[in-house]
C-alpha cells in the first residue's frame, strides 16, 4: 500500500455567496510517481447555483487544472514542475470559481484507480 493525497476542487460560482459544489478530484502519491485529476461539471448544480455563471470558462478551468496534472503541453510554468510542487500548486488556496479544498491522505495501491473512486465517491452525482 502507498500513501497518497488528495483534494477536491470545488466550484464556487459566485465567490461573494460561497455557494459551491464538487467538481473534480486531484490525487498525488509520491512512491508511485503519480499526479492524476478526475473533473465532472454538472450543469443542472451549475445552474442552479447561478443561471449566469459560464460554464465554457469553468470547464476550462477545471481542464486547465487537470492539464497541469498531466503537464500537457500548454500548461504553463506550472505544468513544467515536478510532480510534487504541481500538486501544492494546485492545492494552494485561492478566491477564484474554481477552487481546490483541503488536502486528506489515504493509502491505495492503484493511485489511478484511486482517482476514479474518488471521482465517483465525491463528485459524481447519486
Known amino acids: 500500500m502507498n500513501t497518497y493525497e488528495y483534494a477536491v476542487l470545488r466550484v464556487v460560482p459566485r465567490v461573494d455567496r460561497g455557494e ?5 478530484v486531484l490525487v498525488y502519491c509520491r512512491q508511485r510517481d503519480y499526479l492524476g485529476s478526475r473533473v465532472h461539471l454538472d450543469l443542472d448544480r451549475l445552474r442552479a447555483l447561478d443561471p449566469t ?13 487537470a492539464d497541469v496534472c498531466a503537464a500537457v ?16 500548486w494546485l492545492t494552494a488556496p485561492r478566491s477564484t470559481v474554481v477552487q481546490p479544498g483541503a488536502v486528506h491522505t489515504g493509502l491505495t495501491a492503484d493511485p489511478d484507480a484511486e482517482a476514479d473512486r474518488l471521482l465517483a465517491l465525491l463528485v459524481l452525482p447519486v
Do not use: K
Open 20 to 24: 459551491q459544489f464538487n467538481a473534480g
Open 73 to 88: 503541453p500548454g500548461a504553463g510554468a506550472a505544468g513544467r514542475e515536478v510532480l510534487g510542487s504541481r500538486f501544492r
Open 53 to 65: 455563471a459560464d460554464p465554457v470558462a469553468i470547464a476550462w478551468a477545471l481542464q486547465a487544472a
